[in-house]
Protein backbone atom coordinates (compact mmCIF):
# COMPACT_ATOMS: atom_id res chain seq x y z
CA UNK A 1 0.00 0.00 0.00
CA UNK A 2 1.08 3.35 -0.86
CA UNK A 3 1.13 6.07 1.96
CA UNK A 4 -1.36 8.66 1.10
CA UNK A 5 -1.50 12.87 2.23
CA UNK A 6 -3.62 15.43 2.23
CA UNK A 7 -2.57 17.96 -0.22
CA UNK A 8 -5.71 20.46 -0.25
CA UNK A 9 -9.02 21.32 1.94
CA UNK A 10 -12.00 23.47 1.15
CA UNK A 11 -15.25 23.91 3.23
CA UNK A 12 -18.48 26.42 2.87
CA UNK A 13 -19.69 28.37 6.09
CA UNK A 14 -21.94 26.06 7.28
CA UNK A 15 -25.98 27.14 8.77
CA UNK A 16 -29.14 27.33 7.18
CA UNK A 17 -28.17 28.37 3.88
CA UNK A 18 -30.99 29.46 2.10
CA UNK A 19 -29.55 31.36 -0.89
CA UNK A 20 -27.09 28.11 -1.56
CA UNK A 21 -28.71 25.06 -3.66
CA UNK A 22 -27.18 21.09 -2.77
CA UNK A 23 -25.04 22.01 -6.16
CA UNK A 24 -23.77 25.35 -5.31
CA UNK A 25 -22.61 23.91 -1.75
CA UNK A 26 -20.60 21.12 -3.34
CA UNK A 27 -19.18 23.51 -6.03
CA UNK A 28 -18.22 25.93 -3.52
CA UNK A 29 -16.30 23.27 -1.21
CA UNK A 30 -14.13 21.55 -3.89
CA UNK A 31 -13.42 25.10 -5.78
CA UNK A 32 -11.55 25.91 -2.67
CA UNK A 33 -9.93 22.76 -1.95
CA UNK A 34 -8.71 22.69 -5.68
CA UNK A 35 -7.33 26.30 -5.01
CA UNK A 36 -5.62 25.26 -1.67
CA UNK A 37 -3.96 22.37 -3.36
CA UNK A 38 -3.16 24.76 -6.51
CA UNK A 39 -4.43 21.73 -8.82
CA UNK A 40 -6.83 22.26 -12.10
CA UNK A 41 -9.71 20.14 -11.64
CA UNK A 42 -8.30 17.98 -14.95
CA UNK A 43 -5.54 16.46 -12.96
CA UNK A 44 -8.20 14.34 -10.99
CA UNK A 45 -8.76 11.12 -11.57
CA UNK A 46 -11.99 10.17 -8.98
CA UNK A 47 -14.49 11.55 -6.93
CA UNK A 48 -16.20 10.25 -4.12
CA UNK A 49 -18.84 12.22 -2.41
CA UNK A 50 -20.37 11.41 1.27
CA UNK A 51 -24.41 12.48 1.52
CA UNK A 52 -26.65 11.16 3.46
CA UNK A 53 -30.59 11.28 1.83
CA UNK A 54 -30.28 14.03 -1.04
CA UNK A 55 -33.47 11.41 -2.25
CA UNK A 56 -35.23 13.25 1.08
CA UNK A 57 -33.75 16.34 1.25
CA UNK A 58 -33.64 18.08 -2.14
CA UNK A 59 -35.71 14.72 -4.55
CA UNK A 60 -32.31 14.23 -6.23
CA UNK A 61 -30.27 10.58 -6.43
CA UNK A 62 -27.02 10.06 -8.37
CA UNK A 63 -25.41 12.51 -6.89
CA UNK A 64 -21.79 11.38 -7.93
CA UNK A 65 -22.60 12.07 -11.78
CA UNK A 66 -24.67 15.30 -10.82
CA UNK A 67 -21.62 16.68 -9.64
CA UNK A 68 -19.05 15.50 -11.97
CA UNK A 69 -21.17 17.30 -13.98
CA UNK A 70 -21.46 20.49 -12.01
CA UNK A 71 -17.51 20.63 -11.38
CA UNK A 72 -17.27 20.08 -15.32
CA UNK A 73 -15.63 17.03 -15.01
CA UNK A 74 -18.40 14.67 -16.92
CA UNK A 75 -18.38 15.88 -20.37
CA UNK A 76 -14.71 16.79 -20.15
CA UNK A 77 -12.44 14.18 -18.22
CA UNK A 78 -15.63 11.86 -17.68
CA UNK A 79 -14.03 11.38 -14.61
CA UNK A 80 -15.26 8.31 -12.01
CA UNK A 81 -17.72 9.65 -9.49
CA UNK A 82 -18.62 7.52 -6.76
CA UNK A 83 -21.39 8.54 -4.32
CA UNK A 84 -21.05 6.72 -0.83
CA UNK A 85 -24.05 6.16 1.94
CA UNK A 86 -23.51 5.46 5.71
CA UNK A 87 -25.73 8.56 7.09
CA UNK A 88 -24.34 10.83 9.40
CA UNK A 89 -20.61 8.90 8.94
CA UNK A 90 -20.99 9.30 5.01
CA UNK A 91 -18.24 11.72 5.20
CA UNK A 92 -15.62 9.75 6.73
CA UNK A 93 -16.78 6.70 4.60
CA UNK A 94 -16.06 8.76 1.37
CA UNK A 95 -12.96 9.81 2.87
CA UNK A 96 -11.71 6.70 3.87
CA UNK A 97 -13.11 5.30 0.22
CA UNK A 98 -10.42 8.44 -1.82
CA UNK A 99 -7.65 6.88 0.90
CA UNK A 100 -8.06 3.93 -0.25
CA UNK A 101 -8.11 4.58 -4.24
CA UNK A 102 -4.83 6.63 -3.93
CA UNK A 103 -2.89 4.05 -1.71
CA UNK A 104 -3.81 0.91 -3.91
CA UNK A 105 -2.46 2.66 -6.87
CA UNK A 106 -5.96 3.03 -8.46
CA UNK A 107 -5.87 6.67 -8.47
CA UNK A 108 -3.37 9.36 -7.90
CA UNK A 109 -5.13 11.95 -7.30
CA UNK A 110 -9.01 12.42 -5.77
CA UNK A 111 -11.49 14.59 -4.64
CA UNK A 112 -13.03 13.03 -0.83
CA UNK A 113 -16.11 15.01 -0.71
CA UNK A 114 -19.31 15.05 1.45
CA UNK A 115 -22.37 17.42 1.05
CA UNK A 116 -25.85 17.84 2.60
CA UNK A 117 -28.55 20.24 2.08
CA UNK A 118 -31.12 19.57 4.51
CA UNK A 119 -33.18 22.68 4.93
CA UNK A 120 -35.28 22.93 2.06
CA UNK A 121 -37.84 20.53 3.37
CA UNK A 122 -40.44 21.35 7.01
CA UNK A 123 -38.66 20.25 9.86
CA UNK A 124 -41.18 17.17 10.38
CA UNK A 125 -39.36 15.22 7.33
CA UNK A 126 -35.96 16.45 8.84
CA UNK A 127 -36.39 14.45 11.70
CA UNK A 128 -38.02 11.58 10.10
CA UNK A 129 -35.40 11.09 7.52
CA UNK A 130 -32.62 11.42 9.84
CA UNK A 131 -34.70 8.80 11.78
CA UNK A 132 -33.62 6.52 8.85
CA UNK A 133 -30.08 6.27 9.76
CA UNK A 134 -31.61 3.95 12.54
CA UNK A 135 -33.67 0.71 11.82
CA UNK A 136 -36.74 2.33 10.36
CA UNK A 137 -38.89 -0.98 10.80
CA UNK A 138 -38.31 -1.53 14.54
CA UNK A 139 -37.10 2.02 16.05
CA UNK A 140 -38.73 4.61 13.64
CA UNK A 141 -42.17 3.00 13.38
CA UNK A 142 -42.54 2.58 16.55
CA UNK A 143 -42.20 6.26 17.01
CA UNK A 144 -38.03 6.53 17.93
CA UNK A 145 -36.55 10.12 16.71
CA UNK A 146 -33.04 10.52 16.73
CA UNK A 147 -32.54 12.42 19.62
CA UNK A 148 -34.75 9.93 21.62
CA UNK A 149 -32.57 7.26 20.92
CA UNK A 150 -29.44 9.34 21.77
CA UNK A 151 -32.01 10.23 25.17
CA UNK A 152 -31.64 6.26 26.02
CA UNK A 153 -28.01 6.48 25.58
CA UNK A 154 -27.68 8.92 27.81
CA UNK A 155 -30.42 7.46 30.35
CA UNK A 156 -28.68 4.21 30.76
CA UNK A 157 -25.46 5.85 31.00
CA UNK A 158 -26.50 7.95 33.59
CA UNK A 159 -27.96 5.29 35.46
CA UNK A 160 -24.71 3.36 35.57
CA UNK A 161 -22.00 6.02 35.74
CA UNK A 162 -21.63 9.65 37.43
CA UNK A 163 -22.27 11.77 34.76
CA UNK A 164 -24.25 14.90 36.13
CA UNK A 165 -26.30 16.93 34.20
CA UNK A 166 -23.68 19.82 34.33
CA UNK A 167 -21.00 18.12 33.35
CA UNK A 168 -23.27 16.63 30.37
CA UNK A 169 -24.21 20.89 29.50
CA UNK A 170 -20.29 21.67 29.71
CA UNK A 171 -19.98 19.65 26.62
CA UNK A 172 -22.30 21.74 24.76
CA UNK A 173 -20.51 25.20 26.38
CA UNK A 174 -16.94 23.44 25.91
CA UNK A 175 -17.99 23.06 21.99
CA UNK A 176 -19.86 26.77 21.18
CA UNK A 177 -16.68 28.61 23.02
CA UNK A 178 -14.66 26.85 20.06
CA UNK A 179 -17.62 27.45 17.61
CA UNK A 180 -17.39 31.25 18.13
CA UNK A 181 -13.71 30.96 17.34
CA UNK A 182 -14.04 28.64 13.94
CA UNK A 183 -15.53 31.35 11.01
CA UNK A 184 -17.53 28.72 9.63
CA UNK A 185 -19.19 27.80 12.07
CA UNK A 186 -22.85 27.63 12.57
CA UNK A 187 -23.22 29.21 15.78
CA UNK A 188 -20.55 31.72 17.29
CA UNK A 189 -21.53 32.75 19.95
CA UNK A 190 -20.99 31.30 23.56
CA UNK A 191 -23.04 29.89 25.46
CA UNK A 192 -23.43 29.09 29.69
CA UNK A 193 -24.60 26.02 31.13
CA UNK A 194 -27.85 27.95 32.26
CA UNK A 195 -28.33 28.27 28.67
CA UNK A 196 -28.24 24.35 28.21
CA UNK A 197 -30.19 23.30 31.61
CA UNK A 198 -32.99 25.61 30.96
CA UNK A 199 -33.34 24.81 26.78
CA UNK A 200 -36.46 22.94 26.33
CA UNK A 201 -36.95 19.19 26.34
CA UNK A 202 -36.45 16.87 23.34
CA UNK A 203 -36.35 13.53 24.69
CA UNK A 204 -35.38 13.13 28.61
CA UNK A 205 -32.35 14.29 29.67
CA UNK A 206 -31.72 15.60 25.99
CA UNK A 207 -32.60 19.39 25.92
CA UNK A 208 -32.47 21.63 22.52
CA UNK A 209 -28.91 22.89 23.09
CA UNK A 210 -27.69 19.01 23.89
CA UNK A 211 -28.64 18.74 20.38
CA UNK A 212 -26.65 19.59 17.11
CA UNK A 213 -28.64 21.44 14.24
CA UNK A 214 -30.02 20.89 11.33
CA UNK A 215 -27.43 22.36 8.70
CA UNK A 216 -26.35 23.32 4.93
CA UNK A 217 -23.00 22.33 4.16
CA UNK A 218 -20.20 21.08 2.17
CA UNK A 219 -16.44 19.72 2.56
CA UNK A 220 -13.62 18.44 0.38
CA UNK A 221 -10.49 17.46 0.57
CA UNK A 222 -7.68 16.32 -2.12
CA UNK A 223 -5.83 13.22 -1.67
CA UNK A 224 -2.49 11.85 -3.49
CA UNK A 225 0.55 9.75 -2.52
CA UNK A 226 2.84 11.04 -0.13
CA UNK A 227 5.31 10.51 -2.61
CA UNK A 228 3.84 13.35 -4.73
CA UNK A 229 2.55 15.57 -1.97
CA UNK A 230 5.05 17.93 -2.27
CA UNK A 231 5.28 19.10 -5.73
CA UNK A 232 1.34 20.70 -4.39
CA UNK A 233 1.97 21.75 -1.07
CA UNK A 234 4.59 22.22 1.49
CA UNK A 235 2.43 20.89 4.58
CA UNK A 236 1.41 17.82 3.39
CA UNK A 237 -0.74 15.98 6.18
CA UNK A 238 -0.35 12.21 5.96
CA UNK A 239 -2.96 10.28 6.77
CA UNK A 240 -1.30 7.43 9.31
CA UNK A 241 -4.67 5.43 9.97
CA UNK A 242 -8.07 4.45 7.81
CA UNK A 243 -9.98 2.17 10.00
CA UNK A 244 -13.84 1.33 9.51
CA UNK A 245 -16.26 -0.97 11.90
CA UNK A 246 -19.90 -2.06 12.21
CA UNK A 247 -22.41 -2.69 14.83
CA UNK A 248 -25.96 -3.36 14.81
CA UNK A 249 -28.27 -0.93 13.28
CA UNK A 250 -30.94 -0.67 16.16
CA UNK A 251 -29.76 0.15 19.53
CA UNK A 252 -31.60 -2.14 20.99
CA UNK A 253 -29.41 -4.82 20.27
CA UNK A 254 -25.96 -3.83 20.96
CA UNK A 255 -24.06 -5.69 23.19
CA UNK A 256 -24.11 -2.42 25.87
CA UNK A 257 -26.37 0.55 25.34
CA UNK A 258 -23.86 3.38 26.03
CA UNK A 259 -20.51 1.65 24.92
CA UNK A 260 -19.95 2.22 20.73
CA UNK A 261 -18.27 -1.40 19.84
CA UNK A 262 -18.13 0.19 16.65
CA UNK A 263 -16.11 2.93 18.17
CA UNK A 264 -13.90 0.30 20.15
CA UNK A 265 -12.98 -1.39 17.25
CA UNK A 266 -12.46 1.12 14.93
CA UNK A 267 -10.14 3.16 17.15
CA UNK A 268 -8.02 -0.21 17.78
CA UNK A 269 -7.47 -0.44 14.31
CA UNK A 270 -6.30 2.78 13.82
CA UNK A 271 -4.15 2.76 16.57
CA UNK A 272 -2.65 -0.48 15.77
CA UNK A 273 -2.52 0.66 11.63
CA UNK A 274 -0.75 3.82 12.91
CA UNK A 275 1.64 1.89 15.22
CA UNK A 276 0.78 4.79 17.96
CA UNK A 277 -0.49 5.16 21.31
CA UNK A 278 -3.22 7.27 22.83
CA UNK A 279 -0.54 9.75 24.36
CA UNK A 280 0.99 10.65 21.15
CA UNK A 281 -2.69 12.28 19.45
CA UNK A 282 -2.47 15.80 20.37
CA UNK A 283 -6.42 17.06 19.50
CA UNK A 284 -9.57 15.28 18.45
CA UNK A 285 -12.70 15.89 16.10
CA UNK A 286 -15.23 13.63 17.86
CA UNK A 287 -18.94 13.08 16.60
CA UNK A 288 -21.03 14.90 19.09
CA UNK A 289 -24.45 14.85 17.58
CA UNK A 290 -25.23 14.72 20.96
CA UNK A 291 -23.47 16.00 23.93
CA UNK A 292 -23.35 12.35 25.56
CA UNK A 293 -21.86 11.07 21.98
CA UNK A 294 -18.66 13.06 23.01
CA UNK A 295 -18.78 12.08 26.20
CA UNK A 296 -18.88 8.24 24.79
CA UNK A 297 -16.47 9.24 22.12
CA UNK A 298 -13.76 9.99 24.17
CA UNK A 299 -13.97 7.02 26.22
CA UNK A 300 -14.73 4.08 23.49
CA UNK A 301 -11.94 5.58 21.42
CA UNK A 302 -9.50 4.82 24.83
CA UNK A 303 -8.75 8.23 25.79
CA UNK A 304 -10.14 7.22 29.25
CA UNK A 305 -11.82 4.54 31.27
CA UNK A 306 -15.66 4.70 30.65
CA UNK A 307 -17.34 6.95 33.37
CA UNK A 308 -14.74 9.36 33.48
CA UNK A 309 -14.82 11.40 30.11
CA UNK A 310 -17.86 13.63 32.19
CA UNK A 311 -15.02 14.97 34.85
CA UNK A 312 -11.94 15.17 31.99
CA UNK A 313 -14.58 18.20 30.62
CA UNK A 314 -15.52 19.57 34.08
CA UNK A 315 -11.98 20.17 34.35
CA UNK A 316 -11.23 21.41 31.27
CA UNK A 317 -8.85 18.86 29.60
CA UNK A 318 -10.82 18.55 26.55
CA UNK A 319 -11.00 21.94 26.17
CA UNK A 320 -8.93 24.32 23.83
CA UNK A 321 -6.21 24.94 26.31
CA UNK A 322 -6.23 21.22 27.66
CA UNK A 323 -4.17 18.77 27.43
CA UNK A 324 -6.80 16.87 24.80
CA UNK A 325 -8.43 19.33 22.85
CA UNK A 326 -11.68 17.89 21.33
CA UNK A 327 -13.66 19.63 19.03
CA UNK A 328 -11.71 22.38 18.10
CA UNK A 329 -13.71 23.32 15.18
CA UNK A 330 -16.99 23.72 17.47
CA UNK A 331 -18.17 19.56 16.62
CA UNK A 332 -21.32 18.83 15.39
CA UNK A 333 -22.90 20.94 18.15
CA UNK A 334 -22.17 24.52 16.91
CA UNK A 335 -19.86 24.36 13.71
CA UNK A 336 -23.27 22.47 12.83
CA UNK A 337 -23.91 19.06 11.17
CA UNK A 338 -24.79 18.33 7.83
CA UNK A 339 -24.59 15.61 7.79
CA UNK A 340 -23.44 14.23 4.44
CA UNK A 341 -20.29 16.76 5.07
CA UNK A 342 -19.13 16.39 8.71
CA UNK A 343 -16.76 13.59 8.24
CA UNK A 344 -15.44 15.13 5.33
CA UNK A 345 -15.33 18.61 7.93
CA UNK A 346 -13.60 16.67 10.65
CA UNK A 347 -10.29 16.44 8.19
CA UNK A 348 -10.45 19.79 7.27
CA UNK A 349 -10.26 21.40 10.87
CA UNK A 350 -7.61 18.13 11.99
CA UNK A 351 -5.79 20.06 8.81
CA UNK A 352 -5.78 23.62 9.44
CA UNK A 353 -4.58 22.63 13.66
CA UNK A 354 -1.48 20.35 11.92
CA UNK A 355 -0.52 23.21 9.46
CA UNK A 356 -1.41 25.62 12.37
CA UNK A 357 -4.20 27.57 10.35
CA UNK A 358 -6.87 27.19 12.82
CA UNK A 359 -6.21 30.87 13.75
CA UNK A 360 -8.16 32.14 17.61
CA UNK A 361 -8.77 28.23 17.76
CA UNK A 362 -5.26 27.19 17.75
CA UNK A 363 -3.82 24.17 19.88
CA UNK A 364 -0.47 22.78 19.11
CA UNK A 365 -0.99 19.70 17.89
CA UNK A 366 1.58 17.19 15.46
CA UNK A 367 -1.22 14.10 15.14
CA UNK A 368 -4.81 14.68 14.94
CA UNK A 369 -7.83 12.08 14.86
CA UNK A 370 -11.31 12.32 13.56
CA UNK A 371 -14.10 10.23 14.67
CA UNK A 372 -17.19 10.15 12.99
CA UNK A 373 -20.19 7.81 13.60
CA UNK A 374 -23.51 6.69 11.53
CA UNK A 375 -27.27 6.36 13.44
CA UNK A 376 -26.16 5.13 16.89
CA UNK A 377 -23.04 3.52 15.53
CA UNK A 378 -23.58 1.16 13.49
CA UNK A 379 -20.85 2.80 11.76
CA UNK A 380 -17.73 4.10 12.77
CA UNK A 381 -14.92 5.18 10.82
CA UNK A 382 -11.59 6.57 12.59
CA UNK A 383 -9.35 8.36 10.56
CA UNK A 384 -5.44 9.63 12.41
CA UNK A 385 -3.29 12.02 10.56
CA UNK A 386 0.06 13.42 11.39
CA UNK A 387 2.39 16.24 10.53
CA UNK B 1 -45.84 3.45 5.81
CA UNK B 2 -47.16 2.12 3.09
CA UNK B 3 -50.15 -0.35 4.10
CA UNK B 4 -48.10 -3.62 2.36
CA UNK B 5 -45.04 -2.79 4.15
CA UNK B 6 -47.27 -2.63 7.48
CA UNK B 7 -49.58 -5.50 6.78
CA UNK B 8 -46.51 -7.70 6.01
CA UNK B 9 -45.21 -7.53 9.42
CA UNK B 10 -48.52 -8.05 11.56
CA UNK B 11 -48.21 -11.02 13.28
CA UNK B 12 -44.77 -9.85 14.68
CA UNK B 13 -46.65 -6.11 15.04
CA UNK B 14 -49.44 -7.15 16.90
CA UNK B 15 -48.42 -10.70 18.85
CA UNK B 16 -45.24 -10.47 19.27
CA UNK B 17 -43.75 -13.37 17.29
CA UNK B 18 -40.16 -13.54 16.66
CA UNK B 19 -38.12 -16.53 15.65
CA UNK B 20 -35.56 -18.43 17.77
CA UNK B 21 -32.53 -20.58 16.55
CA UNK B 22 -33.07 -24.39 17.12
CA UNK B 23 -29.44 -24.84 16.66
CA UNK B 24 -28.62 -22.47 19.61
CA UNK B 25 -31.29 -21.20 21.24
CA UNK B 26 -31.00 -17.95 21.05
CA UNK B 27 -34.32 -15.96 20.81
CA UNK B 28 -34.70 -13.00 18.16
CA UNK B 29 -37.35 -10.23 18.49
CA UNK B 30 -37.45 -8.45 16.06
CA UNK B 31 -37.50 -11.26 14.06
CA UNK B 32 -34.79 -12.93 12.12
CA UNK B 33 -34.47 -15.16 9.34
CA UNK B 34 -30.40 -15.93 9.74
CA UNK B 35 -28.49 -16.46 13.15
CA UNK B 36 -25.99 -14.27 13.44
CA UNK B 37 -23.87 -17.22 15.82
CA UNK B 38 -24.66 -20.19 13.81
CA UNK B 39 -24.74 -18.39 10.48
CA UNK B 40 -25.45 -21.40 8.13
CA UNK B 41 -25.92 -24.29 10.54
CA UNK B 42 -28.86 -21.97 11.86
CA UNK B 43 -32.32 -23.53 12.36
CA UNK B 44 -35.04 -20.78 12.51
CA UNK B 45 -37.99 -21.41 13.97
CA UNK B 46 -40.95 -19.48 14.99
CA UNK B 47 -41.73 -18.39 18.33
CA UNK B 48 -44.76 -16.93 20.19
CA UNK B 49 -43.02 -14.99 22.97
CA UNK B 50 -44.68 -14.26 26.33
CA UNK B 51 -44.65 -11.00 26.27
CA UNK B 52 -43.22 -10.00 29.30
CA UNK B 53 -39.99 -7.92 30.40
CA UNK B 54 -38.54 -5.18 32.17
CA UNK B 55 -37.10 -1.81 31.11
CA UNK B 56 -33.32 -1.57 30.04
CA UNK B 57 -33.78 2.46 29.09
CA UNK B 58 -36.08 4.60 28.13
CA UNK B 59 -36.40 8.40 27.02
CA UNK B 60 -39.95 10.69 27.00
CA UNK B 61 -40.32 12.09 23.41
CA UNK B 62 -41.17 15.34 23.32
CA UNK B 63 -40.51 16.74 19.46
CA UNK B 64 -41.70 13.66 17.35
CA UNK B 65 -41.98 13.40 13.41
CA UNK B 66 -44.99 13.73 12.33
CA UNK B 67 -46.39 10.68 12.18
CA UNK B 68 -46.53 10.63 15.90
CA UNK B 69 -46.48 14.22 17.05
CA UNK B 70 -50.12 13.96 18.17
CA UNK B 71 -48.84 11.28 20.95
CA UNK B 72 -46.31 13.51 22.49
CA UNK B 73 -45.08 13.27 25.37
CA UNK B 74 -44.63 9.72 25.02
CA UNK B 75 -42.74 6.97 26.66
CA UNK B 76 -39.79 5.11 24.42
CA UNK B 77 -37.91 2.54 26.12
CA UNK B 78 -35.74 -0.42 24.98
CA UNK B 79 -37.56 -3.36 26.42
CA UNK B 80 -35.51 -6.70 27.78
CA UNK B 81 -38.03 -9.37 27.18
CA UNK B 82 -37.70 -12.99 30.00
CA UNK B 83 -36.83 -14.85 26.63
CA UNK B 84 -33.81 -12.60 26.38
CA UNK B 85 -34.10 -10.59 23.54
CA UNK B 86 -34.03 -6.51 23.21
CA UNK B 87 -36.93 -4.01 21.47
CA UNK B 88 -37.77 -0.74 21.08
CA UNK B 89 -41.49 0.13 21.82
CA UNK B 90 -43.35 3.01 23.86
CA UNK B 91 -44.64 1.82 27.22
CA UNK B 92 -48.14 3.14 27.87
CA UNK B 93 -47.79 5.15 31.47
CA UNK B 94 -47.36 8.63 32.97
CA UNK B 95 -43.90 10.14 31.57
CA UNK B 96 -43.06 10.32 35.03
CA UNK B 97 -43.45 6.49 36.04
CA UNK B 98 -41.24 5.43 33.91
CA UNK B 99 -37.80 4.19 35.22
CA UNK B 100 -35.51 2.04 34.50
CA UNK B 101 -35.96 -1.87 35.47
CA UNK B 102 -39.51 -1.62 35.75
CA UNK B 103 -41.19 -4.83 34.85
CA UNK B 104 -43.72 -4.45 32.07
CA UNK B 105 -45.93 -6.79 30.10
CA UNK B 106 -47.39 -6.30 26.24
CA UNK B 107 -50.53 -4.83 25.17
CA UNK B 108 -52.42 -4.07 22.24
CA UNK B 109 -52.61 -0.30 20.85
CA UNK B 110 -52.93 2.20 18.30
CA UNK B 111 -49.29 3.13 17.59
CA UNK B 112 -48.94 6.17 15.42
CA UNK B 113 -51.29 7.67 12.12
CA UNK B 114 -50.11 8.57 8.45
CA UNK B 115 -50.74 11.92 8.83
CA UNK B 116 -54.24 13.65 10.43
CA UNK B 117 -56.59 11.30 8.12
CA UNK B 118 -54.39 8.70 7.27
CA UNK B 119 -54.01 5.38 7.81
CA UNK B 120 -54.47 3.94 12.10
CA UNK B 121 -51.19 1.32 12.51
CA UNK B 122 -52.40 -0.70 15.65
CA UNK B 123 -48.97 -2.97 16.95
CA UNK B 124 -47.70 -3.79 20.42
CA UNK B 125 -46.98 -1.43 23.35
CA UNK B 126 -46.48 -2.12 26.78
CA UNK B 127 -47.78 -1.20 30.05
CA UNK B 128 -46.50 -1.37 33.35
CA UNK B 129 -46.82 -5.10 34.80
ZN1 LIG C 1 -28.10 -20.07 16.26
Known sequence: MREVAVIGIGCTTFGEKWNSSFRDLFIEAGARALEDAGLAGEKIDALFIGNMSAGRFVEQEHIGALIADYAGLATTTHIPATRVEAACASGGLAFRQGVTAVASGMSEIVVAAGVEKMTDVASGTTVATLAGAADREWEAFIGATFPGLYAMIANDYMHRYPLTREQLAMVAVKNHYN????????????????????????????????????????????????????????TPVKVLASAQASDSIALHDRRDISTLDATVVAAKRAFRQAGLEHSDVDMLEVHDCFTIAEICAIEDLGFCRKGEAGKLTEEGVTSLQ???????????????????ATGIKQIVEVVQQLRGEAGRRQVDAKVGLAHNVGGTGATVTVHILGV | MSVARFWRKIPQRYNLIGTKCDNCGRYFFPPRTFCPVCRRNGRILEHQFKGTGKVVTYTVIRAASEQFEHFTPYVLAI????????????????????????????????????????????GTKFVPE
Open chain 1, 179 to 234: GARNPIAQFQQEINIETVINSSLVADPLRLYDCSPITDGAAAAILTTMERAREFTD
Open chain 1, 322 to 340: GDLPVNTSGGLKACGHPVG
Open chain 2, 79 to 122: IQLDEGPRLTAQVACPPDKAEIGMRVKKVFRRIGTDGSSGVIHY
